[in-house]
């Protein structure tokens, strides 16, 4: 199923809601924890929204396409911003290799070493996290900051 | 035959579970050992039966769904495979296909070489030719 979502030049953004949370995922979900024993853990699981609605669509639904992120970016005015700019509200998305943004959160802390970043993993619940602490295996090596300029 | 422990159907079920994206999903699995070792040592034969068995399945667990992904995978990056696979059983599986056959890389390679010609013309014999004078 899918909402209506559109950019502020209101061009459509084609997304998808899943409802789903099976027995498997409940318990697998506790172990997270295990792997990132310094991200702290901010609500339960949830297969509605993903990382990128989360971050682009206040949780409504998932956004699922580098085409639709592209657009995104586009319409509604976002800048890349360095490192040492970077400020909480801005927006980082991990990029695969090739390119691909494979998840993006939200920056909710600087001044530290590293921003931390509140983020969706997967259908697993929303995680407060240093920058590089998230499953890069999955999400690719690199990272880009934005903000946007509306 | 497709040799699986638990650690990997584990591993499987982890990535399926975090993945946001299709491309996220692809390119993790295409990454983990247990799709490399089916690319390597399955045939196109056991990969698709496979498939069709576990996508065919009710009331696929994660651990299911991670490891119908990772065949689906294996068998769209086999560089023999010869008959189309139907990949729209699984949700992002047509985001898959698109993106490996996008992707693909050449298993042939034809060197086209240049050869320069160059036509030289011979003055007639006996015949003297005087550049003009500018």
């Not at chain 1, 989360?54 to 005015?77: G, K, M, P, V």
């Not at chain 1, 259908?123 to 999400?139: I, K, N, S, W």
């Not at chain 2, 003055?123 to 030719?129: C, D, K, V």
Request: some cysteine; proline content about 6%.
């Amino acid at each position: 199923m899918a909402i209506r979502l559109e950019t502020s030049k209101r061009t459509g953004i084609t997304n998808h809601q899943d409802h789903e949370i099976s027995a498997f995922n409940l318990n697998w979900n506790k172990s997270i924890g295990r792997r990132h024993p310094n991200a702290r853990r901010r609500t339960s699981q949830s297969a509605l929204y993903n990382c990128h609605g989360f971050t682009f669509a206040s949780r409504r639904t998932r956004i699922e396409t580098s085409r639709e992120i592209q657009t995104i970016l586009a319409d509604d005015a976002y800048q890349e911003v360095l490192l040492a700019d970077v400020l909480p509200g801005d927006v980082v998305i991990y990029y695969s290799e090739r390119g691909d943004p494979n998840h993006s959160g939200i920056v909710v802390e600087t001044g530290g070493l590293v921003p931390w970043v509140c983020s969706k993993w997967g259908t697993a619940g929303e995680f407060v996290h240093a920058l590089q602490d998230c499953p890069r295996d999955l999400y690719g090596p690199m990272h880009r900051f934005y903000r946007c300029r509306l | 035959m497709i040799r699986v422990d638990r650690y990997d159907l584990r591993e499987l079920a982890r990535i399926a579970l975090l993945a946001n994206t299709p491309y996220s999903l692809y390119h993790a699995l295409a990454k983990s050992p247990p799709v490399r070792r089916m690319i390597d040592t399955c045939s196109e034969r056991e990969l698709r039966e496979y498939y069709d068995m576990i996508s065919a399945r009710r009331g696929r667990s994660e651990v299911d769904v991670g490891l119908a992904y990772a065949v689906l995978v294996a068998l769209l990056s086999l560089p023999s495979r010869r008959d189309p696979v139907d990949s729209s059983r699984l949700r992002w599986g047509g985001a898959i296909d698109d993106l490996i056959t996008k992707s693909a890389t050449p298993t042939q390679r034809e060197v086209i070489t240049f050869r320069p010609t160059a036509e030289i013309r011979q003055p007639e014999p006996g015949r003297l030719i005087v550049p003009r004078a500018e």
